[in-house]
């Protein structure tokens, strides 16, 4: 602070200063502040804000356990409430999508840093870097055409013989969630590959050779050296990944089935339907409780610090 | 070994272009299709009605226009206040430094959504209306911490010794910003204007709950995708592919001729440097 004043004089840092606190203070904590001072408070009409019966209570939060519905899980049954069970599939699956943008977007990664010709890789990753200007509601857009009753994808399909007849893929062919979680992978995964390839890439290639001189088979050498190496990378895509996907409304609301809900949805009808904004501010904390639990576990679980996961 | 693994490597990352690239393609394509279901299947026909259609479509023209003033607002805001905050966390330490570098990305991992509904409520409170300039700040709330890591990794190459160099050199204060440090940034700069508007385009979540009754592109795309949709849409998206690869072939070709230029001269350097020692 000293070393800032002495470099750009009081004016100067003053101006740097209030900026940043009209930032972190105005655009930030604030608003969080009344998020969270607004859940407490109930939805009343404008005459009666502010009269005896705005008090703070835990109202909102406990809709959040009202309607129960029947919920079958794998073949049992169990009774939870309504957003409870939406707010779990949204975990659930987002954690499916972040788990297959893995398994696709690793390999790509390995090629991109060790694997592929120096030469050829500017025009590579600027053809990756594409789809990633397309705006995210074309980009569900576009899955919502190909997955039509007819569309092209069973039109291929039953052309090629795979299928007698055509698929309601939107419906879900294994969860409702089918078309959910094909568009978040497609919208997401190169959140995924990115951060993992820049990891890898600052992993020396005489460790992997060293590795396979000392005898390694091919997948030990992934395991035991440029795993863990990838791990900082690993870690910041899974965060990215998973909170963009629990936080999309366009593409659960662009590719739904019938029976599907995203805990985003959720939380908008809340504040757009019913204009209930206290109830929809109680949801949003809730969710904001959620983002910290993932963050705190993912720094935990892969024993990295959050200056490494917010690149 | 390594050959086959090569080939199947290629084959992936082919596959994984096609992947990419495919549903662009198709999502294009039926914007020629004289169908008035948005598809490429079944094909009726050639047609450009849809961009006629486009072209007409007043609420998508200012939703355009909607969409460009929100970026530039953003961008306007989010750089200052985005170097600022790398400027003022590079010159602390401590325990002061991790918290509040803690608050200032926070808001990258935080749903748009809740951003949105925070921002809102929060102005609500004081008796500020929904609207674009809600949208605005919303958005820069977390774009400024995009200028921040950018800016901030391009100071750890920043010599502080040139601004005490022009300072003893008796530089007043705002000149060692402007001609030391302002010059150094710009590349970090440029990159943070950029990501700020095409981050702005894209927004959704912030946009959607602090609007009011304006639209911006991506919420009038959403909401023709939900109610009823003809393939002025697909018309839409094409443009805006065939303007993104026009600009990428065109940052491609630049991005080679640098290359031939800058190897012709490492090519001449060696030879000179051959020269001499002969």
């Known amino acids: 602070m000293q070393d800032m004043l002495r470099r750009y004089g009081s004016s100067l840092t003053g101006a740097f200063v209030a900026l940043v606190a009209f930032w972190l203070l105005v655009l930030v904590i604030l608003p969080n502040l009344t998020l969270f001072e607004q859940s407490f408070r109930p939805y009343l009409p404008v005459v009666d804000v502010g009269g005896p019966k705005d008090t703070y209570s835990f109202n909102n939060y406990a809709k959040f356990l009202n309607n129960p519905v029947v919920w079958n899980l794998f073949g049992f049954e169990v009774t939870v409430p309504v957003h409870l069970k939406t707010f779990l599939s949204t975990v659930f699956f987002s954690g499916v999508v972040t788990f297959i943008t893995f398994l696709l977007s690793y390999p790509l990664a390995y090629y991109l840093a060790k694997v592929v010709e120096p030469r050829s890789l500017p025009t590579l990753i600027l053809l990756l870097f594409i789809p990633l200007w397309v705006s995210e509601a074309l980009r569900a857009f576009a899955w919502y055409i190909i997955l039509t009753f007819n569309g092209p994808l069973n039109a291929v399909l039953v052309g090629i013989g795979l299928l007698d007849k055509p698929v309601r893929w939107q419906n879900g062919v294994l969860t409702a969630y089918d078309a959910i979680v094909i568009g978040l992978v497609y919208t997401y995964v190169l959140f995924m590959l990115f951060p993992i390839y820049g990891s890898v890439q600052s992993l020396d290639r005489n460790q992997i050779e060293a590795s396979e001189d000392l005898g390694a088979k091919w997948w030990q050498t992934h395991w035991r050296v440029i795993l863990p190496h990838a791990k900082p990378g690993i870690a910041s895509g899974c965060v990215m990944v998973f909170m963009l996907s629990a936080g999309s409304l366009l593409v659960p609301s662009v590719l739904p089935s019938t029976s599907s809900n995203w805990f985003t949805q959720t939380i908008q009808q809340w504040m757009l339907e019913s204009q209930d904004w206290n109830t929809g501010a109680a949801y949003s904390f809730l969710y904001i409780l959620l983002c910290t639990v993932v963050v705190a576990l993912v720094m935990w679980l892969f024993k990295v610090k959050l200056s490494d996961i917010a690149k | ?278």
């Not at chain 2, 607002?73 to 400027?87: E, F, M, N, Y």
């Not at chain 2, 609207?131 to 995009?146: K, N, R, T």
């Not at chain 2, 927004?203 to 639209?215: E, I």
């Open chain 2, 1 to 278: 070994m390594h050959k086959t693994r090569n080939i199947l490597f290629n084959v992936y990352m082919g596959a994984f272009l096609l992947y990419l690239f495919a549903p662009l393609a198709i999502m294009g394509g039926a914007a020629f299709n004289d169908n008035k279901l948005p598809s490429v299947y079944p094909w009726k026909g050639f047609t450009w009605r849809w961009f006629a259609d486009l072209m007409n479509d007043q609420v998508m023209w200012t939703s355009f226009r909607n969409t460009i003033l929100v970026a530039l607002a953003v961008v306007v805001i989010a750089v200052p206040i985005g170097t600022a905050a790398a400027i003022l966390i590079n010159s602390i330490t401590g325990r002061v430094r991790a918290v509040l570098y803690g608050v200032m990305v926070a808001p990258i991992l935080m749903p748009g959504a809740v951003i949105g509904i925070s921002t809102l409520l929060f102005w609500n409170q004081v008796s500020v209306p929904s609207g674009l300039h809600l949208s605005v700040l919303g958005q820069v709330s977390y774009i400024a911490a995009f200028v921040m890591l950018l800016v901030l990794a391009r100071l750890q190459s920043f010599d502080p010794a040139l601004e005490e160099a022009a300072l003893d050199l008796g530089a007043s204060h705002g000149q060692v910003l402007r001609r030391i440090l302002l010059p150094h940034l710009t590349p970090a700069l440029a990159a943070g204007g950029a990501i700020a508007f095409f981050q702005s385009i894209e927004n959704f979540n912030v946009t959607l709950f602090t609007r009011g009754t304006s639209n911006t592109l991506t919420v009038y795309v959403f909401s023709k995708v939900r109610s009823g949709i003809t393939p002025t849409i697909n018309a839409l998206a094409l443009m805006l592919i065939v303007m993104t690869l026009v600009a990428a072939t065109w940052y491609e070709i630049g991005r080679r001729r640098r290359a031939r230029v800058e190897a012709a001269r490492e090519a001449e350097g060696r030879r000179a440097a051959a020269a001499e020692e002969m």
